[in-house]
């Protein structure tokens, strides 16, 4: 059962969307020196497919993107609740935070637009440092991943 802790409309998360974040709790990854350790512990409500649609009735005209921050503990469960966006909300794109160095075998890629992989190792720093280890991919409607990882560090014009 995926339970969330809280959410957010977010700017920074997936370039060039308006994202809901909605923290998952149950972290199973406990990376040294996590800005969020509060989301390890398997508490908070229950996400399941009527609370995801409470919360996207809510802010769906003001997000083009969902985005499904953590969930490594049950990612068959992230997998349904993305799927069900994609079935209920065909226009929303459709994210997953995963602190994961790879993606689990029964991961299906049709049913996101983006995928963040890696641990958080704080000497590596953010998705916008030159070092880190984590990874943005763009997901094609064929399944296929880009990584687009460098769209944090566009300079301003």
Not at 17 to 25: F, P
Not at 111 to 136: H, M
Request: with cysteine; aromatic share 10%; proline share 8%.
């Amino acid at each position: 059962m995926i339970r969330y802790h809280n959410f957010d409309i977010v700017f920074a998360e997936i370039p060039d969307e308006t994202t809901l974040a909605i923290n998952l709790t149950g972290c199973p990854n406990h990376c040294p020196g996590c800005h969020s350790p509060h989301l390890c512990s398997n508490t908070g409500r229950v996400l399941d497919e009527e609370e995801l649609a409470a919360l996207l009735h809510l802010y769906g005209r003001a997000v083009t993107c969902v985005c499904f921050m953590g969930g490594d503990a049950d990612p068959q469960g992230v997998g349904r609740l993305a799927e069900f966006v994609r079935r209920e909300w065909p226009g929303l794109h459709v994210g997953w935070y995963s602190g994961r160095p790879q993606l689990p075998e029964t991961f299906i890629p049709e049913a996101f637009d983006y995928v963040k992989l890696g641990p958080w190792i704080e000497a590596r720093g953010p998705l916008t440092a030159p070092t880190t280890n984590q990874r943005l991919y763009r997901v094609s409607p064929d399944g296929s991943m880009s990584d687009i990882t460098e769209h944090f560090r566009r300079k301003a014009i």
